[in-house]
T-cell receptor, first 117, second 113 residues
Framework: GAVVSQHPSWVICKSGTSVKIECRSLDFQATTMFWYRQFPKQSLMLMATSNEGSKATYEQGVEKDKFLINHASLTLSTLTVTSAHPEDSSFYIC?????????????FGDGTRLSIL | AQSVAQPEDQVNVAEGNPLTVKCTYSVSGNPYLFWYVQYPNRGLQFLLKYITGDNLVKGSYGFEAEFNKSQTSFHLKKPSALVSDSALYFCAVRDMGNTPLVFGKGTRLSVIA
């Protein structure tokens, strides 16, 4: 089945550090990838839609200068949390949809737990 | 705009009994409906989807869901629950365009031995 690999799984770092999270589709090409944020015991909140070769589309209220997204190839998207602060601590999950689009399901990575001290 | 409602925060069921996790949706046009399961500190695993065709959709791990257009519902079911089914379940919807999934708030299923 379709596999999405997300790395790293856990990050603990000091306030002010920038953190990069990678999302790779291992066995399929994904023109579109999505980045979600999940707070404890809550649903997934869409942060942005990442399209290969073009600028990401950010949801309302998400700071694009804070959460930098790059989708340089059909199998890799990255999310960089710049100058992270404790309020950025959360569970970040990426998702990829097969290039065929249409009725394909979104496949999810295992998430990255980010803790900012 | 699309939306999903999962009216129950928690569902408890005894092992071996049938289970139902409820979901209703709102979307303009024909819906694409999905169920995902999430285990602690993990991403979401795809269970099943409805795009078109038979209203009863069968998915992974013995789960199935019934699409009901008149009631705009897509309830998740399983005839006999297992303790290992205990997890967080999300219903999601999108329209026919290349739009992202919109998720319900999730329902925590606890299967008691």
């Amino acid at each position: 089945g379709a596999v999405v690999s997300q790395h790293p799984s856990w990050v603990i770092c000091k306030s002010g550090t920038s953190v990069k999270i990678e999302c790779r589709s291992l066995d399929f090409q994904a023109t579109t990838m999505f980045w979600y944020r999940q707070f404890p015991k809550q649903s997934l909140m869409l942060m942005a839609t990442s399209n290969e070769g073009s600028k990401a589309t950010y949801e309302q209220g998400v700071e694009k200068d804070k959460f930098l997204i790059n989708h340089a190839s059909l199998t890799l998207s990255t999310l960089t949390v710049t100058s992270a602060h404790p309020e950025d601590s959360s569970f970040y999950i990426c998702s990829a949809r097969h290039t065929g689009g249409g009725n394909q399901p979104q496949h999810f990575g295992d998430g990255t737990r980010l803790s900012i001290l | 705009a699309q939306s999903v409602a999962q009216p129950e925060d928690q569902v408890n069921v005894a092992e071996g009994n049938p289970l139902t996790v409820k979901c209703t949706y709102s979307v303009s046009g024909n819906p694409y409906l999905f169920w995902y399961v999430q285990y602690p500190n993990r991403g979401l695993q795809f269970l099943l989807k409805y795009i078109t065709g038979d209203n009863l959709v069968k998915g992974s791990y013995g789960f199935e869901a019934e699409f009901n257009k008149s009631q705009t519902s897509f309830h998740l079911k399983k005839p006999s629950a297992l303790v290992s089914d205990s997890a967080l379940y999300f219903c999601a919807v999108r329209d026919m365009g290349n739009t992202p999934l919109v998720f319900g708030k999730g329902t925590r299923l606890s299967v008691i031995a």
